[in-house]
T-cell receptor, first 111, second 116 residues
């Protein structure tokens, strides 16, 4: 069965600092991997996705993620965080049957 | 193009009642999936519909059901509500290709259900 683990429930960073959100997945075949962001009171918005090819994926809003098969990881990064990035971030893995989401990481940005 | 629309936005029910939530997908999208979101549990997949047929189903009891109409609009129903059903219910739509889960999902803002 596929699963996603986001080990950090909450992360606090200063505005302008770099960010890395961790994601580990479990899936028997080549996974489809996603990062979504959810602002308060809103649905989820896709940041980026990985299916194959270049393991470093660029997304919207200056985010990127790196797929590391050996570590079963798909960590999300941003070099300089803005106050508007405060939200909850979800990593997800897709298979033929469904998309499985992690429990999310809530990001707080302090001035 | 209008986004995914979910109604109602908020709902308060009591235990034992039933509830119906509605989702209108983006025009041209044929796949609609439903998720339950609770603090600490994240998003749990309920089911996915494509061309009026349930294509995939998560691990929820039979009290949770859904359907899809010919215009791709979808409804989900929860019967005999329990306190633990309190959650944000999110609907997502996608084009619904042969491999539906490699597609971008477009989410609605959700229906916040409170069961008292």
């Amino acid at each position: 069965a596929q699963s996603v683990t986001q080990p950090d429930i909450h992360i606090t960073v200063s505005e302008g600092a770099s960010l890395e959100l961790r994601c580990n997945y479990s899936y028997g075949a080549t996974p489809y991997l996603f990062w979504y962001v959810q602002s308060p009171g809103q649905g989820l918005q896709l940041l980026l996705k990985y299916f194959s090819g270049d393991t470093l994926v660029q997304g919207i809003k200056g985010f990127e993620a790196e797929f590391k098969r050996s570590q079963s990881s798909f960590n999300l990064r941003k070099p300089s965080v803005h106050w508007s990035d405060a939200a909850e971030y979800f990593c997800a893995v897709g298979s033929r049957q469904k998309v499985t989401f992690g429990t999310g990481t809530k990001l707080q940005v302090i001035p | 193009k209008a986004g995914v629309t979910q109604t109602p936005r908020y709902l308060i029910k009591t235990r034992g009642q039933q509830v119906t939530l509605s989702c209108s997908p983006i025009s041209g999208h044929r796949s609609v999936s439903w998720y339950q979101q609770t603090p600490g549990q994240g998003l749990q997949f309920l089911f996915e519909y494509f061309s009026e047929t349930q294509r995939n189903k998560g691990n929820f009891p039979g009290r949770f059901s859904g359907r899809q109409f010919s215009n791709s609009r979808s409804e989900m129903n929860v019967s005999t509500l329990e306190l633990g059903d309190s959650a944000l219910y999110l609907c997502a739509s996608s084009l619904g290709g042969w491999l539906p889960t490699n597609e971008k999902l477009f989410f609605g803002s959700g229906t916040q259900l409170s069961v008292l």
